[in-house]
Structure formats: structure tokens, C-alpha cells
């Protein structure tokens, strides 16, 4: 979807930051003292593609889109465009016992990034997702550098803690819908996708 971060005053908590693959090593969960459960978690890959930043920037900034073939999206419409490079959008998201809504702000800027951030809803206190498109390499024109990143905070920890169940799995097949929906439009990748980091 990519994205100011939203400030409240609450009780202190432990953030962590975590890094995870998106296609299915998740290493152990860190532990947390008193109790307290982590409620922010931040996640970046970087990844070879066999697609240029073109058409990766036209699969992930056509957001209206999202609800065709991202598995957690049960809806996404864009509500006011703005020129020239950002438009807002209202977004559905459901995934176990979560269901709810959120409004984001989505600038963007051909071929090389597209930034979401989540400016209301009950579920996140901040939700940014960034993905940028770098160029590819030398030898395979039709080629490109994704950078990713996500960024999160639920409001509860009600929330936080169904996190722990099933968002990692989420964030694991999130890349993946994307680059499926490219072979759609654009056929298959020039060579296989490799994580660079």
C-alpha cells in the first residue's frame, strides 16, 4: 500500500523493532519485562525483482485495486485525489477476529516510491508503509530494487497481542500478492526474486 507517525500520551510500553522475511523464517518472539507487551513493530526487506520500477510502482500505487488480490484488503477506494502526487484513500482490512477501517494518505512518485500513512482509525495509532524502487541491474533491463517497509502500532492490546498470532503471516504473504498481481498484468518475472537483505 507506503506512509507521519501519530503521537499519543499512554502508559509506557516497550517497543522492538523487528526484522522478518516475507516468505517464512520468523525468528522467536523477544520476551518482554513485567508483562508489558510490545505493541510497536517495524519491518523492512530488500529485494531483487524481475520486473522494472515502472511496473512495480503501477501495481502498488493502484490502490482502488488492492481489494482484488491483497488477502487481508476487503476494501480500498481512493475518496480525493490530489494534485499532483497524493491522493487519500479509504481503506477495509480484515484478518482473524479484526475487522476494521482506517483512511490513509498516499503520495507517490513515478517510478520510485510509494508511501501510505494512516491518518485515522481505531485499530492503529500509526500504520506507514514505504516501498521504493531502485534501479535493477546492468545485465537484466527489466529489472529493479524493491525497498519495503512497514511500520505499525495497534491502538490496543487486545490488538497487539492477536497480533503475535497472525500478522506475521500477513506481512509474509503481503510482497508475494504484489509480485503475483505483476505476473498477471505484466507476465512472468525476467528472473526469480532475491532477497538482498
Avoid at 545485465?139 to 525497498?147: A, G, Q, Y
Avoid at 504484489?178 to 525476467?190: N, Q, T
Wanted: charged share 20%.
Amino acid at each position: 500500500m507506503g506512509w507521519h507517525i501519530i503521537f499519543r500520551q499512554r502508559p509506557i510500553s516497550i517497543v522492538s523493532i523487528s526484522h522478518r522475511t516475507l516468505f517464512g523464517i520468523t525468528p522467536p518472539q523477544p520476551s518482554f519485562p513485567f508483562g508489558l507487551q510490545n505493541k510497536t513493530q517495524q519491518y523492512a526487506e530488500q529485494r531483487l525483482l524481475g520486473y522494472t520500477a515502472v511496473e512495480m510502482y503501477e501495481v502498488v500505487v493502484d490502490v482502488q485495486r488492492y481489494r482484488e488480490f491483497v488477502p487481508w484488503c476487503i476494501r480500498s477506494d481512493i475518496v480525493k485525489p490530489t494534485f499532483p502526487h497524493s491522493f487519500k484513500a479509504h481503506m477495509e482490512i480484515g484478518f482473524q477476529l479484526v475487522k476494521e477501517q482506517y483512511n490513509a494518505q498516499v503520495t507517490h512518485q513515478k517510478p520510485t516510491i510509494v508511501k501510505s500513512v494512516c491518518t485515522d482509525g481505531r485499530l492503529f495509532n500509526h500504520l506507514i508503509t514505504e516501498w521504493k524502487f531502485l534501479p535493477g541491474i546492468e545485465k537484466e533491463p527489466r529489472s529493479c530494487i524493491l525497498d519495503f517497509h512497514v511500520s505499525f502500532e495497534f491502538r490496543s492490546i487486545l490488538h497487539a497481542k492477536l497480533a503475535h498470532m497472525f500478522f506475521d503471516e500477513v506481512v509474509r504473504q503481503m510482497v508475494s500478492a504484489f509480485l503475483k498481481r505483476a505476473e498477471k498484468l505484466y507476465g512472468p518475472a525476467s528472473m526469480p526474486s532475491k532477497r538482498l537483505r
